[in-house]
């Protein structure tokens, strides 16, 4: 493995889409009219940040320990 990370968060209500954030282009991207204000609003509060580093090292740090347990 070269110790890339790449995933996506995805948020969904009632059996449809709602948000997603991709960690790849560190950005949410929202389904439709409602999800874009929960966008704005997580962007103006730095979510985008706190996905990031969920996404980009603590849960690859918990997956490296679990993985080692065998």
Do not use: H, I, M
Request: hydrophobic content about 25%.
């Amino acid at each position: 493995s070269d110790g890339s990370v790449r995933g996506s968060w995805r948020y969904g209500y009632d059996g449809r889409d709602f948000l997603s954030f991709e960690l790849g282009s560190k950005s949410f991207v929202a389904a439709d009219d409602t999800a874009e204000v929960t966008r704005r609003l997580w962007e103006d509060e730095n979510e985008v940040e706190r996905r990031e580093n969920y996404q980009g090292q603590v849960c690859p740090e918990w997956l490296r320990k679990y993985v080692g347990y065998g």
